[in-house]
């Protein structure tokens, strides 16, 4: 997977990032970043698997209250055709669960 370009710079805690899920197969960072006017963004990241759209992004701002704000003023609003489902990025599919425990992997 490939993350392509972006706008501002430095680094961004992942409570001040959203994470997208919707976005229009053609969208780029400046689409991103248009959806998002009225909010100072630190960076925005379109993600790619081998070259091609996968349909999702982040979103660094500054601040978590900006990230706040812009999720629940932004969430399902609309890109071109598609809606928009915004996610905070602190949590979201970065940690794992555990295992079942006990002897030879069975429950005790």
């Known amino acids: 997977m490939v993350v392509s370009g972006g706008s501002g710079g430095g680094a961004a805690s992942t409570s001040h990032s959203l994470r997208m899920r919707g976005l229009p197969y053609q969208a780029d960072e400046k689409d991103v970043e248009a959806f998002f006017e009225g909010f100072k963004l630190a960076k925005t990241v379109v993600v790619r698997k081998n070259g091609k759209p996968t349909g999702e992004g982040y979103v660094y701002f500054h601040s978590e209250q900006e990230a706040s704000a812009a999720l629940q003023r932004k969430n399902r609003e609309s890109m071109g055709n598609r809606y928009i489902e915004l996610f905070l990025d602190g949590k979201s ?3 794992s669960g ?7 992997g069975s429950a005790e």
């Open 93 to 95: 599919g970065l940690t």
């Open 98 to 104: 555990g295992g079942v425990g006990g002897r030879n």
